[in-house]
C-alpha cells in the first residue's frame, strides 16, 4: 500500500490507498475551485459607489440611502451589524495618506457593511447584491474592495487582486486600450468588478478670458 500526497488549495492531504486517492478525486473534482487569491470572510464588505460624472453630493448622498436599502434588502435583518457611508472627498488631504487613493470625486465614496456573529457566506451576498445594484442603477459604477486586512496586505494597498495600468503619451489613445483590455477581462470566468478607475466623462466647461478686461477690472 503506498502513500500519495495530494494537494487541495495548497494543503498537503496524506492518503493510503492510491485507488482511493483517484475515486474521490473523480468525485470530487467537479466541485474544486480555483482562487487567485485565498477567500477569507471576514463578516466585512467595502462597497465602491460611484454615481454618474458631475451628480452634486446631495444627490449622491440619496443614491447611497438607495443602496442601503438594497442592501437591507438581501442581508437578511439578523445578520447585518453596521453600515457606514463615506461620501466625497476627505475635507485635509492629510486623510489621502489612510487611503487606497479610490476616492476622486465628490460624487464617490463608499459604504462599510459589517455582518453580525453568524451570518451566511459574504460572497453570496456579494454576487446577490453586484446583479441587484447594477439593475437598478444602471448609470452607476459599483465594485467591492478588500475588507480583511489578509486580503489588503496580500493586494499591497491596491484596492483588487489584479491591478491593470497602461501609461503612455497620447491619453486618448491610452483610455482606448485600456477600454479593450477591459471588454477582453469581462470574457474571462470568474473575473468580476471589472472597470476604469479613471472619471473621462464629467461634465466640464472652458473658459476664454479675455486678458485685458480682466486685468483693469
Known amino acids: 500500500m503506498g502513500l500519495l500526497h495530494v494537494v487541495i488549495r495548497r494543503r498537503w492531504v496524506t492518503l493510503g490507498s492510491a485507488g482511493a486517492v483517484v ?9 474544486v475551485g ?13 462597497l465602491h459607489v460611484r454615481a454618474a460624472p ?4 446631495e444627490q449622491a448622498e440619496k443614491l447611497f440611502q438607495q443602496v442601503e436599502d438594497a442592501i437591507r434588502e438581501v ?3 439578523k445578520e447585518l451589524g ?24 465628490y460624487y464617490d465614496g463608499q459604504i462599510l457593511i459589517t455582518f453580525a456573529e453568524s451570518h451566511g457566506p459574504t460572497r453570496d451576498y456579494q454576487k446577490r447584491l453586484r ?11 459599483f465594485y467591492f474592495e478588500p475588507a480583511d486586512m489578509i486580503t489588503q496586505i496580500l493586494d499591497f494597498g491596491v484596492p483588487s487582486q489584479i491591478d491593470v495600468q497602461v501609461s503612455g503619451r497620447h491619453a486618448a489613445k491610452d483610455l482606448q ?6 471588454v477582453k477581462l469581462r470574457m474571462v470566468r470568474g473575473a468580476v468588478d471589472i472597470h476604469i478607475q479613471q472619471i473621462t466623462n464629467a461634465p466640464e466647461f ?11 477690472a
Not at 23 to 31: G, K, M, T, Y
Not at 54 to 57: A, F, K, L, V, W
Open 23 to 31: 475515486a474521490v478525486a473523480a468525485v470530487l473534482f467537479p466541485f
Open 34 to 46: 480555483t482562487d487567485y487569491f485565498p477567500a477569507v470572510d471576514a463578516g466585512q464588505m467595502a
Open 54 to 57: 458631475g451628480t452634486r453630493i
Open 75 to 77: 442581508v437578511p435583518p
Open 82 to 105: 453596521t453600515i457606514i457611508d463615506n461620501i466625497g472627498l476627505p475635507a485635509s488631504n492629510y486623510n489621502f495618506a489612510f487611503g487606497n487613493g479610490t476616492f476622486i470625486a
Open 131 to 141: 446583479a441587484v445594484l447594477h439593475q437598478r442603477f444602471a448609470d452607476s459604477v
Open 177 to 182: 486600450v485600456a477600454q479593450s483590455i477591459a
Open 206 to 216: 472652458f473658459v476664454k478670458v479675455d486678458r485685458q478686461r480682466a486685468s483693469s
